[in-house]
């Protein structure tokens, strides 16, 4: 199979082309004189053609797919009952950095697409927010899905975004804004200057006297874990019956198994993973509080028993990740006319290094998820992804090096399609040449 980068110098690109639909025209010839009729029935006359949807589709080694296009569009396309696992991060209904596709969550009618297209007992794993996933999982379920399991990615680098009440009372009663945030507080003095011993200001320290019962209030607690719901497809019959039909309805425990090198037989997988760095503080806290308690007396207690994290799967985020594979090289899927500064129009290729995705989950995560929900590689798997965004599921495919397992994805932005498909296409070379 030839390269993106091979397909694309040769045009050889594979694009759906835009299709038409032959509409007949509605002519009232009752008004027609003799002559409008003599000539109204020409084929242009006759017939109007209708653009239908469109989406470009690459191909990443043999049988994968990435497409550009709407999710429903794409979706519409796939026959029944032909995919295995859907795994996918979507929008979260926050309106993040204030971007639209964020606006809602994933409608009932997506999922109703994602339903048909799934086989009898396919999984669905999706990730949430804990202010929204409440209306996800609705929407999931109102789809036709049934719920199993929600499960809890923790993680140490949330954001607080907690308002501070105090300092709100001081702007509303007229004393200088120092932000509403604690992040921003401690810049300055609610007069506009630095404390003038030069002390660091407490964010919480308020002017007015109003304020001062409320110094140390605000709005929300520091965001530390995202829900992922599991929910599958109901099935005919017995669950036996299902699995030998089509290979799905199952979780993969044994091929999930965490195993960090303590454990050699594995830990039974939990519906609670963790951060490589919450994993760590966990682990900490394990050995102080076991510090605490052994002053005094004989600790026997092995290192094995001083890492709770060894119960839960621990995801190594990398900020190297992100980026891998984004390098100088040229990359433009479909040719794109771009305004220049001169009004010109031309040609250009694409030139992305740094991944823009606002949301990007470690590939070590996704692995983990598609080993839980994937069933046996030897029945040729596809996983779809119809919230793609810069490709970490399908990273993580590619990653388990079994060519068994293959995947659609499908992002609609055609600036994380871009990122995607070079991250997906470096990832596959890479670890083609390991193979070899």
């Known amino acids: 199979m030839k390269s993106i980068f091979d397909q694309i110098n040769n045009n050889e690109v594979l694009i759906y ?16 004189t003799n002559n409008q009729a003599l000539n109204a029935f020409f084929p242009e006359d006759s017939f109007e053609e209708i653009p239908e949807s469109h989406f470009d589709k690459v191909e990443i080694g043999d049988g994968n797919f990435i497409y550009h296009g709407d999710n429903m569009d794409v979706l519409r396309s796939l026959p029944d009952n032909s995919i295995s696992c859907c795994i996918t991060d979507g929008p979260y209904g926050l309106t993040f950095f204030q971007r639209k596709w964020d606006a809602d969550v994933p409608s009932v009618e997506l999922w109703k697409e994602v339903n048909r297209v799934l086989k009898p007992g396919g999984m669905v794993l999706s990730f949430g927010s804990c202010k929204t996933y409440h209306r996800m ?18 993680y140490s680098s949330g954001y607080p975004k907690s308002k501070n009440v105090g300092l709100l009372i001081d702007k509303h009663l007229g004393h200088p804004n120092r932000g509403g945030r604690v992040a921003t507080a401690s810049r300055t003095h609610p007069d506009g200057t630095y404390e003038p011993n030069g002390q660091k200001l407490d964010p919480y320290k308020t002017k007015s006297e109003a304020a001062k019962p409320y110094e140390g209030y605000g709005t929300n607690l520091k965001p530390a874990h995202e829900p992922i719901l599991m929910a599958r497809k109901p099935y005919k019959g017995s669950l036996a019956n299902n699995v030998l039909k089509w290979n799905t309805g199952g979780l993969n425990i044994k091929g999930s198994w965490i195993n960090n090198g303590i454990d050699p037989e594995g830990r039974f997988p939990a519906n609670i993973l963790l951060d490589e760095t919450a994993g760590e503080f966990l682990d900490e806290q394990a050995n102080i509080s076991a510090e605490l ?24 985020a990398s900020k190297k990740e992100r980026d891998e594979g984004l390098t100088n090289d040229h990359i433009n899927i479909k040719n794109e006319v771009i305004q220049g500064t001169d009004n010109d129009s031309k040609q250009k290729s694409k030139q992305q290094k740094i991944n823009t995705h606002p949301t990007v989950k470690p590939v070590d995560l996704m692995q983990q998820l598609i080993s839980t929900v994937t069933p046996p590689s030897t029945f040729n798997n596809v996983i779809l992804d119809p919230f793609m965004g810069s490709g970490s599921t399908l990273l993580g495919i590619i990653k388990k090096g079994n060519n068994s397992n293959k995947f659609i994805g499908i992002e609609k932005e055609k600036e994380y399609f871009d990122i995607a498909v070079k991250r997906c296409q470096y990832e596959f070379d890479k670890c083609n040449k390991t193979a070899a």
Do not use: H, Y
């Open 293 to 316: 308690n052994s002053k005094g007396k004989n600790n026997n207690r092995s290192k094995r028993e001083l890492n709770p994290s060894r119960l839960f799967f621990c995801s190594k």
């Open 17 to 32: 082309p835009e299709n038409v639909t032959a509409v007949i025209k509605q002519i009232d010839t009752a008004s027609f």
């Open 137 to 154: 999982a609705v929407n999931v379920e109102e789809a036709g899905f049934e719920i199993r399991d929600m499960a809890m990615w923790i």
